[in-house]
């Protein structure tokens, strides 16, 4: 009678610590999959910054030679995008591109004959598409962060969550996601 006590016991720890191991595995699987969809919108977020990078000499261009003498505006262009485009990128660096830009765009309609332009409307275009892309990448990022917060901090993950290695994720990630995503920048001259 003791044997098959001792043998009930011994089989019970057994099953509880098997449990415990495959609660576990499945708590750290889930807790690397939302962290990897954490991982890959602020991946989203750079290509879009840095198609956005790379149109803006295109657009330069295409507006020097209808607007030669609005030299500022496209002199504040350049430096804006060189700013953010070098050292510490920053949500204030972006907003003056961002600014930048929007002077840009509207020397569109100053210049009937730039607004004309294929070539400027196509960049236009294609630079209002990328500014879309980038508000539904920040947006798809919060949205992954926010998933992998709750998880991490929902019972029973929040007790092993912390011993996985695994923190929080910050919402506003632009100093990380915009951290070298422009490498060069291309030589624009007047």
């Not at 294929?118 to 500014?131: A, H, I, K, T």
Request: aromatic letters at 6%; glycine letters at 8%; charged letters at 20%.
């Amino acid at each position: 009678m003791v044997d098959i006590l001792g043998w009930f016991w011994t089989s019970a720890i057994l099953v509880i610590m098997v449990a415990l191991v495959l609660l576990l595995i499945g708590i750290y699987n889930n807790l690397v999959r939302l962290r990897q969809n954490v991982r890959q919108g602020v991946a989203d977020i750079d290509a879009q910054l840095r198609q956005r990078h790379d149109l803006i000499p295109n657009l330069v261009e295409a507006v020097k030679g209808y607007a030669g003498h609005e030299a500022a505006t496209l002199e504040a262009v350049i430096t804006a995008r060189n700013a953010a485009a070098k050292g510490e990128p920053s949500a204030a660096g972006e907003q003056k591109l961002k600014i930048a830009l929007d002077n840009l765009l509207a020397l569109g309609e100053a210049y009937p004959d730039l607004k004309a332009s294929g070539n400027f409307q196509s960049l236009q275009n294609e630079l209002g598409d990328v500014e879309d892309k980038l508000a539904a990448a920040r947006r798809a990022l919060n949205a992954a962060a926010a998933r992998f917060n709750s998880a991490r901090e929902s019972f029973p993950a929040v007790l092993f969550a912390g011993m996985l290695g695994f923190g929080p994720e910050a919402f506003d990630r632009i100093a990380e996601s915009e951290k070298g995503t422009v490498d060069q920048t291309p030589k624009v001259a007047f």
